[in-house]
């Protein structure tokens, strides 16, 4: 019966792992300046991405604006992401779609053309292709190399831009093609880093050319639409315009500046990030006028005022604002923008950061996550701006091709079948907790786990924390509830105590006397 039973469970087994064979999984990394995320997603009926995990890790310094300047501190991060991203998706992760970001990455402009080869002067497919392979031989500058090539426009005998030249009739073909360009140092210190995590860059996308294709329709690329990443160290622009990809930027700024500057006021660096998400504002006159206390380093609260938190945000943010509509009207699409500027990034979840690009620029602004080629039943998974990379690396990815991975969670039921079958029998309480029945009671208690016949004692009320005065926030730090505190006596600390030591009078050994001692 036992060989039976093993080969049935074997069967089983493979029925499993066939069917999580099937799924087509796809892994992107996304390098920043402040944190290594990792997305894993699989394809979906009607090319949707389904999102599996999405894991973030902070750097702790390791990334520049973009360039990486410690691959160890990087590499670190890199298998932590991954640890994580492995055991929820399930899988071992050995190939990934990598992006990369920062001023060593820029688009530049080429044009060239072809005499048309047929005699009534007709455009085919051929004279496209034969231009194509002219802009292949185009070779970078030193100490570069091209990521990307693609065309912007065509253009015949007239000038006239055309979209799809083939059946026009001209003499020659000219074409303007984007080229984008990387600088060899930055590639080869993210290449390193990989390798030393033992993970294959399958694709290398620069950012800014693929952020859009998860939050802008191809409407809005075609009206012209700007999309603003926001990142720690770096904020990259991407122009749409006639559906095409006209120009990207990487301006070496980004959220880390802004926390930079709240720390010069003297808050603690740890809690610069929860204040700026939860209290901050990048416009000051949209702010409430209240205090938020902090605790600093000499362990008492101090109080600040949020309207000088906005204050210094809104500087900031505006920098990067004037920074952003610089490029875009030095590029010559100021004009251009139906659709307007979308913002995205960890630095676009911002209290009214919206609001203060759209009075810098004078253009409609929205905050979006990504939403665009995603399972709705996906979306909750990346509601917030800072996984808007990860998921559009993803996406482009999908398109070359699954990534191999090796299935992990279809082995623990193999490791479960191989286990000897053991006949057992139902433990009383006194057996599974190592105690002896006592005689002559009805109902057997174990000393120290509370099991009795006798009835419970109601536990007392415990009072809650007094309410803080009318008008002051209190920055509560979830991770470090030492260093960041609403009262100065510790109410919480207190209110732990109060209600343990209520659990232990409640549940106390019948067999002990209440000599009223707390333990």
Known sequence: MCASGVARLTINKKSIVDKVDKKSYVIAVDIGSSNVVIAVGTMAEGGVMNIETV????????????????????????????????????????????GISGKFVRSARYVDHVFV???????????????MERMRNVKAADGEIIMDLFPISYRGDTGVEMKNPVGCY????????????????????????????????????????????????????EEGVAVVDIGGGVTDVAIYYGGVLRHIVSIPIGGSAVNSDIRAYGIPEKVVEKLKTRFGSAVVDLTPDEIIQVRNSSRSLKPYLRLNVAAVIEARM???????????????????????IVLTGG?????????????????????????????????????????????????????????PVSVVRAEEPARKAAEPAVETK???????????????????????????????????????????????????????????DSNE??????LREKARRAFDEAFKNPDEGDDGDDY
């Open 347 to 403: 630095g676009a979840a911002l209290k009214n950061v919206d609001e203060l690009f759209h009075r810098v620029t004078g253009q409609e602004v929205r905050v979006a996550c990504a939403e665009m080629g995603v399972a709705t039943e996906s979306l909750e998974k990346v509601a917030s701006p800072a996984s808007t990379l990860a998921v559009s690396i993803l996406i482009n990815g999908a398109q070359m091709g699954a990534c």
């Open 318 to 340: 505006t920098d990067i604002a004037e920074y952003v509509w610089n490029e875009i009207r030095d590029a010559g699409f100021a004009k251009k923008l139906a659709a307007g």
């Open 117 to 131: 080869e047929d005699v009534d002067n007709c455009i085919s497919q051929r004279d496209v292709n034969a231009l």
């Open 489 to 494: 006596g510790g109410w919480f600390s207190r």
């Open 55 to 98: 894991v973030s890790e902070p750097t702790e310094g390791g990334v520049s604006a973009g360039m990486v300047d410690n691959s160890k501190s990087v590499g670190m991060a890199l298998r932590r992401a991954r640890e994580r991203a492995e055991k929820d998706a399930g899988i071992t992760i050995t190939d990934a779609y990598v």
């Open 170 to 221: 001209s003499k020659q073909l000219s074409s303007t093609y984007n080229f984008i360009l990387c600088e060899h140092m930055a590639k080869d210190r993210l290449r390193r880093v990989f390798l030393d995590a033992g993970i294959k860059i399958k694709g290398l996308f620069a950012n800014a050319a693929v952020v859009a294709d998860s939050v802008v329709s191809t409407d809005e690329k």
């Open 426 to 484: 139902p433990l009383t309480v006194n057996e599974r907790y190592g105690a002896p029945a006592e005689e002559g009671r009805s109902g057997a208690t174990a000393k120290g786990v509370g099991v009795s016949a006798e009835p419970e004692k109601p536990v007392p009320p415990v009072k809650g924390p007094e309410p803080v005065d009318k008008g002051r926030k209190d920055l509560d730090d979830d991770d470090d509830e030492d260093d960041i």
